[in-house]
């Protein structure tokens, strides 16, 4: 172990002496400053390797007192025992209170010196090692942080090209809902951008835009795309797709967040649509814009059964359906700033 280094000032040789000899034996190392300048010159070549100071309060030129607040502003970490006259315990308290970390009276006795010497050493090594473990903490925490952020990042993206690939399946099925999904995305975002979502609101809307019909996979390609009306019985299996979702995404933990968007898309404000009947705000605020984005897009695209209508039938709609299909803060949100537009 290092031989602790303490640095003594008195303008009295006999008490210099005294300490040194007494630290000595004890088995440290001494340096020897006559007053206060001579301490800050030597502090500033060596702080680094001194483990205390031994001050003096009464010296010629800078007293302890006015060195004191220098030194513990400068170098905090070095611990300072204050030595006054026999009895001033008054000046022994202010020093504690400018920072010295203890007093001695004079004279000095040997084991009450050493004891003194002992504890605070003890003590600002104990403060040191507190200090380490903080900063390692520190440094540790950030790390950890940034290495969850960048996994995040990586799963998120993972997770939004997964839903990319998979909303391109059902595309691929539906011959008709070609770039249906994402552009249900894009309507949703736009709409979104009017309305006071979190980031991570903004996530489950992307995802959940083109994931809504995800149900459509187990639903077969002859009603899919069947050109001539539908009989009841297809109907009511197309009208299956939002469950049928839910069943294949619903064990897929990183899905989860979707899943009211998948499920409910086809509930009306009214509480007239399916699979649940949800009504006003039962039926979540990311459900509702998709389920706008979703109907202006269908009457937008050319359909097995139809061609594409125009924008302007389309932006009719819903204001005809407004309170009745579709929630109509949303869509004076989607006329007054012309979102049919983009
Ligand atoms: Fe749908």
């Known amino acids: 172990m290092r031989q602790q280094h303490i640095i003594t000032t008195d303008d009295d040789p006999a008490i210099r002496k005294v300490l040194e000899l007494i630290l000595m034996k004890a088995d440290y190392q001494v340096t020897k400053c006559t007053n206060g300048d001579e301490l800050l010159e030597s502090l500033l070549e060596n702080s680094e390797k001194i483990d205390l100071i031994i001050l003096d309060i009464k010296m010629p030129g800078k007293s302890g007192l006015e ?13 300072i025992i204050m030595m006054t006259a026999f009895s001033d315990l008054e000046t022994g308290m202010h020093s504690i209170r400018e920072g010295a970390a203890d007093f001695l009276s004079k004279p000095v006795r040997k084991a009450e010196l050493l004891d003194c010497v002992k504890r605070v050493l003890a003590k600002a090594q104990e403060e040191r090692a507190k200090s380490n473990a903080f900063n390692i903490n520190t440094t540790y925490q950030k790390d950890l942080e940034f290495k969850l952020d960048e996994a995040y990042s990586t799963i998120m993206k993972t997770a939004m090209a ?3 690939a998979l909303s391109e399946t059902i595309e691929q099925k539906d011959v008709y809902t070609k770039g249906h999904c994402s552009r249900v995305r894009t309507l949703a975002l736009k709409i979104a951008e009017f309305l006071p979502l979190s980031s991570e609101e903004m996530i489950i809307l992307e995802g959940g835009s083109l994931l809504h019909d995800i149900g459509k996979i187990g639903i077969s390609e002859q009603i899919l795309n069947k050109k001539e009306l539908l009989t009841k019985e297809e109907y009511a299996t197309i009208k299956l797709h939002p469950e049928a979702g839910v069943k294949i995404v619903e ?4 899905f989860k967040p979707y899943l009211p968007i998948i499920r409910n898309h086809h509930e009306r404000f009214d509480g007239k649509g399916y699979p649940d009947g949800l009504k006003g705000k039962e039926i979540p605020l990311l459900v509702r814009i998709v389920t706008i984005a979703d109907s202006f897009d269908a009457m937008t695209s050319t359909r097995p059964y139809r061609e594409a209508l125009p924008k302007e039938f389309a932006t009719e709609e819903l204001k005809i359906s407004s309170g009745t299909q579709f929630d109509p803060r949303l869509v004076d949100i989607f006329i007054d700033n012309e979102i049919y537009d983009h």
């Open 251 to 254: 064990y897929i933990d990183l």
């Open 67 to 79: 060195v004191l607040p220098i030194i513990h502003r400068n170098y905090p970490s070095i611990p």
């Open 162 to 164: 997964t839903i990319e």
